[in-house]
């Protein structure tokens, strides 16, 4: 198939290899001249903008937007909206904000134009291992172009299969699916952006009490010298917590057991925000997604924060507490 | 009444100043002498030692130790259950571990001695106001003493009656209960402290959200030159969330809005955590309490802790995020 | 002064009663004719219309819009900006998303009317002791209307003066405050119901611990037969944790120690959830805030949840744990 | 080797035979005997009672008891402190809290007795897998049961090597490690017990939320029909949230997208509760892990607990509000 693709990043660029790799034929945009005499090199072909990309489709098109979300991927999306001709698809590959996604699609629809909101994870992996993605958009729309989506997927590779599939392989065993209607794909990938916070910082808070055993400033017969690598390690053969994340830490911990270049200030996206904001509006409760994204919020104020600031404001108030320093 | 106290910091000597103005009579030691002395010249009887103290109260004997909790506690109590004899008492007015108390109480029994725990709130205000008294101990001992609890308490003041008592003041009104048998009393006060965390947690973050709202580094169209001293203020007059503790934020708030003189890193004490172990142990969710509890101690943190680094690491694993400060 | 008043249910009804206890006129108008009577019978002037409502009151006019928040308030804004004139100020003095105000003030503006907003706090208990106040608006059309808000305030009434503060009462120390443009005073509002959502969970998560203290299941020997109705009453009295929520929890514990009464479903109301999004659109954490507001969320699903069911199945599959009862 | 076994349940059982199909002897004993018959057909040696199984085992003796924490453990290990002689060994393979193994070890070792405490991950699973074990104890005493470990341990498996390790495998890549002196074995095992929580719970809040956007009590518009066996199938492929974990939420849903034969009512164990105590013991914020355990103690409570009760009951104190159903 062919697809045009705006902006070539990281994710941009590389879901034009995968896709050319296997026998797709792209042309490629980016504001950056360089990027598309990359992409060029390797097969593709180029358009110095976005008219110049519509012309070398054809109809009905495809363009995959893999731009930073808000701003950039708005104003890319409006000015194809008005290149485009009935019945083409625009693509968002990025991580928008599922509402915009159904706005977009309804003031696209409007036009005769068809919109597909495309999540993926596998972040610098994707090139090697395939795209995880969930898409929302019209079921036609979606198998028009599932050619690409089934290109882009890891596939069913070495991982076992589910107890109680059988059967030929569902499109979520090679690794996407059509999620719903417009925005359902970036819902989904919110959710699982939620959750991932949620994971990590069960343990990075693990990890965090054992360091803490280890600590110096323990009596030494409270103390356990424990080997963090050794223990991540051990935790990916056979226990119940083995996961990717798991494998990362293990990966890290190995390289520096103090994690000394980081300085752990942990910045947040998008989706981990609005997943709370999604459960607050589902009136659901999310205690650990929520504590997950508010350790991070912690993380970047190295300083004590004002809440903290009248803790200790208080306490003076009420008991002649001065604080001490630890 | 006599009484002996053992320890004449802030809150033993206050308490012997508050029973004397009230016509008791008491015997105080102290190991630092001076101590002793400036209760001497305010009508005090003082001893040099725990012997020479138990020497001067008459049988059967009543002694307050006010000290800190821990060593100094125990080894106080093991020293003076040598020296009193068949009916007297001990009181301990410490933070201690309600656990503590039990095990005190049986092995004093064993010796024919009493034990009292008197869990207190009140703080530096208590010479003038009263101490608030939740007292664990055999009915009839704490029958014996209750002329001196009476004393101490803040009685009736001009608070308004509950809703649906009547006739003559309970105990509890007049700012003292028995709450039960030994360790009852620090029972009741640790999970009075638990609480004092949760609502100190609450308004912290409450006018957290309001500093954040003033922040330079909002766009000047999102930003609320919020006044928070007023703020406060207003809420003491009429709204739901007037309190001692938004009293005492209202005075530090209109010393200095920025509560420059606080760094915001903020101790807790054994009753924070042992509220948080005792609803472990009795299956309690207790979610606001125990996020109180580790906002101090992230207060204290302010380097980026080892599970914030362990966050980066995987972040830099699985999408190449590098950190940026903010 | 002259104050139009639409919507008479308890809060509105009150708010007019109390105005024109201290002096004031109001043109009073329901979509229920007999709310009306009842305040006419009171002195109101009354109007069965908004146009009536407009014509019998005097330019530059002020009408205060006392109805549920959302479509209600909406519309009654919306009809109001089409009778009345230039100058004229309408009061919205229910709950409110600040959003929303910023949205009506500046729609207002360009046809030259003005918007006020009021966070009230004082629910049932404004008529006897006025309603504190948090009010978003133009400085001069809140200097304006001022006479009212003093009125409706519950003054200094004989709450001890904040430390520090000397000189004539400030608003603040009457019960209303200027707190910025249009969408402050429920942006305050907002702040003060996540606040009281997370002290009232603390109460509520120490009730919980001391009633599970005393509870049959557990081992006589761990077992403290603690009395609630004498703490909340005891802790009244100097402790620290004296607020007014403890002051009607102990209302509640001395009617029904079992608060028997109640099913334990709690609702929850726009500002808890609203104050998360705050939060999280900020970058502030709040684990207090946001735990107390999930517990009511959790609260009102007896069932159990879908999480709690997958959870069962994860331990089910890697541990053959089945469900039991408790 | 030679070891014997005390405790024949799934997991005794099952560690007798992965030794067996390896080549080691094993004498085991159980109070119920026909659990003891099904080994001997397979090979094991049987003992009636705890003198005749130290009787049929050679010098230095080990002894891996398998039962449930708590009396069942301590009782053995006293009884088996009796009949063994010096440089014997016990093992408790069981699910110990980490500060009775450190007493234990202390008095064993009076009596020249070791004691080694292994912490085993794997479930139902380990007989197949293998099992993944933390091990605390002497350095001696541990080498010289590695071959045992060994066998039981995974191995290297198919499992990737972490990025950054070279030469032969380290023990922690075969599935077990010594992680230092008595106690350090459960100690590790009690804090992957933790982070599994988190991990287990920020899963199950992930999915609530997907649930609730199916759900048909919300409008058309706003409601995606979500599809959640192909969400955890696809999750499964190249995305940051695989694990073990969601390979079995994937195997439940699949069976019965609505999980309707589990109640929601989640059973914890010792070592979740543990590692909150040891978290505020050394003052390590652990927010996920505690909300995780808290959701389990709140999944058990079907009725509104004591708190939500006053939560209700304040409402109505404050503001006349009555509970609704919803």
Known sequence: ???????????????ARRLMRDGHHTVVHDRHAPAIDTLLAEGAKGANDLAALVQQLDK?????VMLPAGEATEQTIAQLADLLEADDVIIDGGNTFYKDDIRRAQHLAERQLHYVDVGTSGGVWG?????????????????????LFASLAPGEGDIPRTRGRSGPSARAEKGYIHAGPPGAGHYVKMVHNGIEYGLMQAYAEGFDILKSKASDSLPADQRFDLNLP??????????????????????????????????????????????????VEQAVPVPVLSSALFARFRSRQQQGTYGDKLLSAMRFGFGGHVEKSE
């Open 1 to 15: 198939m062919q697809l045009g693709i705006v902006g070539l990043g990281r994710m941009g660029g590389n879901i």
């Open 60 to 64: 009905p098109r495809a363009v995959w």
């Open 127 to 147: 090139l090697e291992r395939g795209y995880c993605m969930m898409i929302g958009g019209e079921q036609a729309v979606f198998e028009r172009l599932e050619p």
């Open 230 to 279: 050794e223990i991540a390690e051990v935790w990916r053969r056979g226990s119940v917590v083995t996961s990717w994340l798991l494998d990362l830490s293990a990966d890290a911990l190995v390289a520096d057991p103090q994690l000394g270049s980081y300085s752990g200030s942990v910045s947040d996206s998008g989706e981990g925000r609005w997943t709370i904001d999604a459960a």
